[in-house]
């Protein structure tokens, strides 16, 4: 029985507390949280408000880190220090340095499982997607696109997402980098980014919206658009080739705010008698959100069975970093505008 901790017992720690207390083969043994009321669950879980106590414990086999941006590298490296497997939501800090530490510390520890928490190449519609495109049914991508939008809401501007200090970034490094990298797991590295990064709505210190061209080494291009001012949630990833075309559209969660997850696909028609520009297309509907299950039983496999991760492993996160740091420098107006807003708060 593999004996487990979480680190940060919010939304996403509660989530995967849920994952952990379903599957066979793990305990979760401790929680650490600021609030100790947080975890108001089986009185046989310890609970701490110190992640130094809860990593040092003899008897814990992994530490999966559901905490706010500024504090995940620190309770990562610490884990891993003290010999334990971790799991560790994305992203994986503030910064692309933050990342770089963590793969230090990982490197020094190399009998250990580092796997990052990028469940939406798990979600049933990209699988579907991926088995599409690798069969060849439409030919080699051509281009993608790629929108991530959310509404915000009522003080979504005081809210710790919405802070550099904390976070590091906004929209794009919360929730865009999904997106980031989702493209990177169709098409892998790019090499060519121009960017537009904006502050339109939210009177925050972190942008609201960006866009970028991303443009790898056999010329595909991808566009992206990450957005807090969209007030529709909204998910699409269209994938463009040579035969053909698929679209996934709306992304299953807890909310169902994003609509049905759907994949709209077709061939490509150039028969006149057909009518032109309106192929028939195919839509395959996803009812059930496998993702959370199955990154939880992944990592599970890879501590027992000693297997290399090969989905969210640290080099995945590095390169999604990479990317999200590519866009903001991007953009030089963006750019200066957050060094001359960060060289005012230090002096201040």
């Known amino acids: 029985m593999l004996r487990v901790a979480i680190v940060g017992m919010g939304k996403m720690g509660q989530t995967r507390a849920r994952e952990i207390e379903r599957h066979p083969a ?63 939501e994305k992203p994986p800090g503030r910064s692309v340095q933050d990342i770089r530490d963590i793969m230090a510390a990982e490197r020094r520890q190399p009998r250990l499982k580092l796997m990052f928490g990028f469940n939406h190449r798990r ?19 051509l281009w993608l696109r790629g929108i991530y939008g959310k509404s ?16 590091g970034g906004g ?3 919360d929730q865009g980098i999904h997106m980031v990298d989702l493209l990177r797991f169709f098409c892998g590295d790019f090499e060519e980014v121009k960017s537009m990064v904006t502050r339109a709505y939210w009177p925050s210190d972190v942008e609201d919206n960006a866009f970028a061209l991303l443009r790898d080494r056999l010329g595909r291009v991808a566009m992206l658009h990450s957005s807090s001012t969209h007030w529709k949630h909204r998910f699409s990833l269209d994938i463009f080739m040579s035969d053909g075309y698929l679209s996934v559209n709306g992304i299953l969660s807890s909310s169902r705010s994003y609509g049905e997850e759907t994949i709209t696909l077709a061939r490509r028609q150039f028969d006149e008698s057909f009518a032109t520009g309106k192929p028939r297309e195919e839509i395959i509907y996803f009812d059930t959100d496998p993702s959370w299950e199955l990154e939880i039983a992944d990592f599970v496999d890879c501590v027992q069975k000693d297997t290399p991760v090969t989905h ?16 903001y420098e991007g953009d030089t107006r963006w750019s200066e505008t957050v060094r001359h807003t960060d060289g005012l708060a230090r002096r201040g």
């Open 312 to 327: 969210g492993k640290s080099e995945d996160a590095l390169k999604a970093m990479e990317l999200v740091f590519a866009i």
């Open 171 to 173: 929209i794009l490094l």
């Open 26 to 88: 793990t305990s979760l043994v401790a929680v650490a949280d600021p609030d100790p009321t947080a975890f108001p669950g089986d009185s046989r879980v310890r609970v701490t408000r110190d992640y130094r106590e809860l990593v040092a414990l003899p008897d814990l086999h992994a530490v999966i880190v559901c905490t706010p941006n500024r504090a995940t590298p620190a309770v990562v490296i610490a884990a891993l220090e003290a010999g334990k497997h971790v799991f560790c």
């Open 152 to 167: 915000g809401g009522e003080g979504y501007e005081q809210s710790w997402r919405s802070s550099r200090d904390v976070c």
């Open 123 to 141: 979600h049933a519609g990209i699988q579907e997607a991926m088995r599409i495109v690798d069969g060849g049914r439409f030919g080699r991508i």
